[in-house]
Every structure is written in C-alpha cells, then in structure tokens.
C-alpha cells in the first residue's frame, strides 16, 4: 500500500473530507488531493504532523507495505485529545454569544462603581448640598459594594454557562466532519460587526479625555465640576468596553474551536500560566483604591495592565517555545 492510499484511508476513517485535512494541515484542498493522487508527496516537517495527527509512526506513513497503522509508542490519541461534535461547537458559540453581553455589562458595572463615591466625595465639599463626609463616604461605598456585588454574580453566572467547555482553553481537541468549515464560515460573518466593534470601543475611549479637559477649560478651580468630568469619562470608558467585550468574547470563541491565535497549542501553555494575571491586577486595583480612596486615579492600573498584558503573554510563549 502506497502513500497516498493509506492516506486516503486514514482521512476516510478520521470521518474528514479533504477539505477538512486540509485545515488541519493548514495546506491548500488541492494539495491535499495531490497527495491522495500521487501526484506529489508532503515535505518531511508536513509528513510528521500527518504522523502526529493520526497518531501513527513516520515508518507506517513512508513505507510501501501492507499492514495496520502503527500508532505511536506512548500515545493513546482516543483517550488524550477530546473530539468536540457539531452539537456540541453550536452550542459553545451560543453560549459565548449570550455570555458577552452579561460578561460586558459586569464589566461596566466594575467601571462604573467608583462614580457614586467621587460625585457625593465632591458634593461633601459644598456646604450648600448639605452631606456630611462621613454620610458621603459611607453612601457611595454601598453604591461601589452593591455594583462590585452584581458584577461579580454576572461574573460567576456567566462562567457557568461555559464551564464546561474550558477544556478548550486549555487543551488540545479534535473537532467532527464539518465543524471547522461551519465556524470558518460563521467567523467571516461576524467579521465585520467585529471590526466595527473595535471601532467604535476604540473611538469611545480615546475620547473619554475630552469631557475631563472640557472642565479644566470651564473652570479648574471648581472640584465638584472636575469630579462629574471624571464620572463622564468612566462613563464613557465603560461603554466603550463593552463594544470590545461583545465583539472579543464572540470572535475568541471562533478562534478556540479552530485553535488559532491565543488557542494555538502553544499559545494556550503562555495563557493558562498567564491566568492569574488579572485576578492579581484586580486585587492590587481594590486594595490601592482603597487604602488611598482615590477611586478617581486608580482605575489608571487598568491601562497599565492591559498596556504590559501582551508584553507577558510574549515572555511566556517564548519560554513554552524552549
């Protein structure tokens, strides 16, 4: 049995098309169909990722003999790498779908939180509003308690949804006939409302300042206007963030099924050792804001921290590369 036959039977039995080896080879159709036709062979470095995707030896693949496939000394590729169905990839983009917009709200509920405990610090500093320090600090840090609160359930509701799909964030996976070109095909749709979405939360921020110079401008002496300058601009943030966690959260999805970008095998290593970065940042964010009590300043550990994000994530990989 030549190459191109046991090739052909290993797909067949894989349950793929060529189309979908092809994928999985990140190679043309046509190159695929050459191969099956013995019309050309795979260099060596596509050769043994034949090997390593069907779990046979590099000798079995190159070797004109008969005989059964020789799996891989070691491995047991139908009890290490999971094979999420068609049900089962519909159903996980659904509930990323649904998660986004909860995930998104909750985060701009965090953002949010501080506004009350600013607006009514200010207001304590005018005689003519009557509230006492004490009283104001007191009331805006329920409004910042119940906000946190309800982000956090958001939070836990929403992990919920998808926990029990974490395993793609974490491991290796196998998907059914058809799957890849269904999410291919979904991703492509969704690609434009994902552009306009990075738009339009990019736009958002970058222009969140101007309310704070627009006070500055009218009159820098007087705190309580500066003060509703600075809740404008959270507010503005926070709605700007959810542009970018709806459109993300939907387009992540798309990427962890075909093991793209961060879901590569490799990526997923830098990430998962990367996870508790943001647990961390919020930890240092709560303590400082309120060790300090400058809601006002602090939310400036955000930026920094998605600023040196991609810098850690690079680390990471390239220590997983060795």
């Known amino acids: 049995m030549i190459f191109a036959d046991k090739l052909i039977q290993l797909r067949k039995k894989s349950g793929w098309s060529q189309e979908e080896l092809a994928q999985q080879m990140h190679v043309s159709r046509q190159s695929v169909s050459k191969w099956e036709g013995a019309q050309s062979v795979p260099d060596l470095e596509k050769m043994v990722q034949l090997s390593r995707l069907f779990n046979v030896t590099t000798d079995y693949l190159l070797k004109d003999e008969e005989g059964e496939p020789e799996p891989v000394p070691g491995e047991d590729r139908s009890e290490s790498v999971r094979r999420v169905s068609m049900e089962e990839a519909s159903a996980f983009l659904e509930a990323k779908k649904q998660s986004a917009g909860t995930v998104a709200f909750a985060t701009m509920l965090c953002i949010l939180s501080p506004i009350g405990l600013i607006l009514l610090g200010a207001m304590s500093e005018v005689p003519r509003y009557g509230i006492s320090e004490n ?11 119940l906000l946190i609160a309800a982000a956090v359930a958001m939070f836990i509701i929403s992990g919920s949804r998808t926990s029990a799909y974490d395993f793609m964030e974490k491991e290796p996976f196998e998907t059914a006939y058809g799957v890849t070109g269904m999410v291919r095909e979904r991703k492509e749709q969704f690609r434009e409302t994902y552009v306009r979405n990075n738009v339009i939360g990019t736009c958002l921020c970058v222009l969140s300042v101007i309310p704070l110079f627009a006070g500055i401008l009218i009159d820098e002496h007087n705190d309580l206007l500066l003060c509703g300058m600075v809740c404008c601009m959270l507010t503005i943030i926070s709605v700007g963030t959810t542009f970018f966690i709806r459109g993300g959260t939907v387009w992540s999805s798309f990427q962890q099924l075909l093991q793209e970008g961060d879901y590569t095998p490799k990526n997923k290593k830098a990430s998962g050792a990367a996870g508790g970065y ?5 930890a240092i964010y709560l303590a400082c804001s309120f060790l300090t009590g400058r809601w006002d300043l602090t939310w400036i550990i955000w930026v920094g921290a998605a600023g040196l994000y991609p810098i850690l994530l690079a680390i990471l990989r390239k220590h997983a590369e060795k």
């Open 135 to 145: 009283v104001a600090a007191g009331i805006g840090m329920i409004l910042l308690l």
């Open 278 to 282: 943001w647990v961390m940042i919020a």
